[in-house]
């Protein structure tokens, strides 16, 4: 079966990786699979592919009998990844061997109106907690926060010099 120019596999390529990206399987470090099948250029092993290469890791270890710190070297892994890996596949299966997408790092949610509307509704009534507040917001903004972000986000700005 012919392959195809080198453009149409090169842009079958990046098709992939948009694919991979968008299902957060995209190996962030592709360039330390050292492991021969990955290496090799092959179409099948794709170094790209974490789930893919995570499987081979677990098998290697599992059915041939790999040492576990040699397996996750060669497939970019520390040891203590290689464990989180096999414990994840063991309770979930294939989709256990994706990367976890990372929850917000910021109360994103707490915009600078919400702040203000915090701040003025506690500045009314200055005993109201973080429950009230919570639904206020959704009464007066249709926001929904929940109170241990209201509680988190408020603390932080008092402890950054923001009145509140």
Sequence with gaps: MA????RERGRLGEDKAAALRALHALNPHPE????????????????????????????????????????????????????????????????????????????HKLTEVVVAFLQQTLAQEPGLGARELARRLQAGLEVSVHPRTIERGMAQRQKRGHRS
């Design 3 to 6: 392959r195809g120019s080198s």
């Design 32 to 107: 330390a699979v050292a492991d021969a099948a990955f290496v090799g250029g092959g179409d099948f092993f794709d170094p790209r592919d974490v789930v893919q290469v995570k499987y081979e890791m677990l098998r290697r270890v599992r059915a041939e009998g790999q040492a576990v710190t040699q397996a996750a070297a060669a497939f970019g892994f520390s040891r203590p990844a290689f464990y989180q890996a096999r414990q994840s596949f063991k309770a979930e299966g294939l989709p256990g061997l994706l990367r976890q997408r990372p929850g917000p790092r910021r109360a």
